[in-house]
Every structure is written in structure tokens, then in C-alpha cells.
């Protein structure tokens, strides 16, 4: 069965700052790989995902990730937080399989300071 | 239409009453799912459907909770004798098929249900 573990259930950083955010996953076989961003009152909107190829992925908002598949992670990054970013974000891992069914994380509440 | 729309976005029910979310997917999108997030959760997978057949069921909590899909559209979420652990906002999302080059969820802006 797949899951995903993302580690830091808050993370706070200063407005300009680097930003990281981990999650690790399982899953049986290379595995699709999602990052969702949830902005206060707003639905969840996907940031970027990985499928094959490259294994450093760029998304919207100035946001990539990079696939490490030794590591079984996925972390997200942004070299400069903008206090727009303050979000909930939630890390996906769907099948190859089982009709690409996503299984996410609990998520990781980014607060940025000014 | 142009993005996932979900009715209603609020519902306040008495326990033991039945409730029905509907969701409307992105024209085009053959793939339609449903997922629940409680406060401060994360979501938790409910049902899928390709088409209007239901593959994967198995995250539905108990016999209270059911769904349909018609026309390849439009998905109901009917949950019977509502109780209070029902509360939760319920997320639809709809995509193109797992295998395309495109997959990835759309998401609605979810119906938040509150049973009192």
C-alpha cells in the first residue's frame, strides 16, 4: 500500500528566505508524485508533479521539487518565500496503477513573517 | 465547465437525517474522486470513478455512505442517519485518466458539512 509522510506539520520562515518542505513516501514502484497548495478558504490546487524523466521538477508559483528515489522523497522548494506562499501544503503519491488513486500527507502549515 | 463545482458549499444537518453532496466535474475529465478532510487532517480517500463505474470503494467509511455517477458527469455523495464524526468538509476532485501525460487533480472548493 502507498503512503506519504510529511515530517514538519508546521514550518515558519521569514518573508525572502529559502524554503524547504519534506515528504517521504512508499510505494512498491516508481510512483507519481504530487505537491497541492491549500490557501486559507480556497480549494486545494496542484503546484507541480512528477511522472518520469527529469527528476527535478518546476512548478507554478516559483516552486520545484526534486524526485530522489534512493531517499524515497519528494521535497518541495522555493529559493525566496513571499508572504502570498503562507499556505497548507499537502504532498501526493498516486499508482501507477489502481487508476492513479492519490494517497496524500497530513500536510505542512507554512507561516511566513515579515 | 471550467473548473470542479460543488453544492453546496455549506450544509448544517440535524444527526440521523440524510444528507447529498453534488459534484460536477470538468467536462472532458473521465476520472472523478472523492475525498473527506476533518479539521486539521489530511484528506482521506472515499470513492473513485472512471466513467460511471465505481472500481475502488474502499475508502466509503460504512454502509451509511454512498455515490453514483450518471452520464459520466455529475457524482452525488449521499450519507444516511448523518452523525456528528461525519462532520468534515468533503473535497471532490475530477482528472483526465491516470495514464494520460495531463493526470492531476482538479479540485472543488469542497462542501462543509457540520452535523449537529
Known amino acids: 500500500a502507498q503512503s506519504v509522510t510529511q515530517p514538519d506539520i508546521h514550518i515558519t520562515v521569514s518573508e525572502g528566505a529559502s524554503l524547504e518542505l519534506r515528504c517521504n513516501y512508499s510505494?512498491?514502484?516508481?510512483?507519481?508524485l504530487f505537491w497541492y497548495v491549500q490557501s486559507p478558504g480556497q480549494g486545494l490546487q496542484l503546484l507541480l508533479k512528477?511522472?518520469?524523466?527529469?527528476?527535478l521538477v518546476q512548478g507554478i508559483k516559483g516552486f520545484e521539487a526534486e524526485f530522489k528515489r534512493s531517499q524515497s522523497s519528494f521535497n518541495l522548494r522555493k529559493p525566496s518565500v513571499h508572504w502570498s506562499d503562507a499556505a497548507e501544503y499537502f504532498c501526493?503519491?498516486?499508482?501507477?496503477?489502481?487508476?492513479?488513486?492519490?494517497?496524500f500527507g497530513d500536510g505542512t502549515t507554512l507561516t511566513v513573517k515579515p | 465547465g471550467a473548473g470542479v463545482s460543488q453544492s453546496p458549499s455549506n450544509k448544517v444537518t440535524e444527526k440521523g437525517k440524510d444528507v447529498e453532496l453534488r459534484c460536477d466535474p470538468i467536462s472532458g475529465h473521465t476520472a472523478l474522486y472523492w475525498y473527506r478532510q476533518s479539521l486539521g487532517q489530511g484528506l482521506e480517500f472515499l470513492i473513485y470513478f472512471q466513467g460511471n463505474s465505481a472500481p475502488d470503494k474502499s475508502g466509503l467509511p460504512s454502509d451509511r455512505f454512498s455515490a453514483e455517477r450518471t452520464g459520466g458527469s455529475v457524482s452525488t455523495l449521499t450519507i444516511q442517519r448523518t452523525q456528528q464524526e461525519d462532520s468534515a468538509v468533503y473535497l471532490c476532485a475530477s482528472s483526465l485518466r491516470w495514464d494520460s501525460p495531463n493526470y492531476g487533480y482538479t479540485f472543488g472548493s469542497g462542501t462543509r458539512l457540520t452535523v449537529v
Open positions: 510505494y512498491g514502484a516508481t510512483p507519481y
Open positions: 512528477y511522472f518520469s524523466g527529469d527528476t
Open positions: 501526493a503519491v498516486g499508482a501507477r496503477t489502481n487508476a492513479g488513486k492519490s494517497t
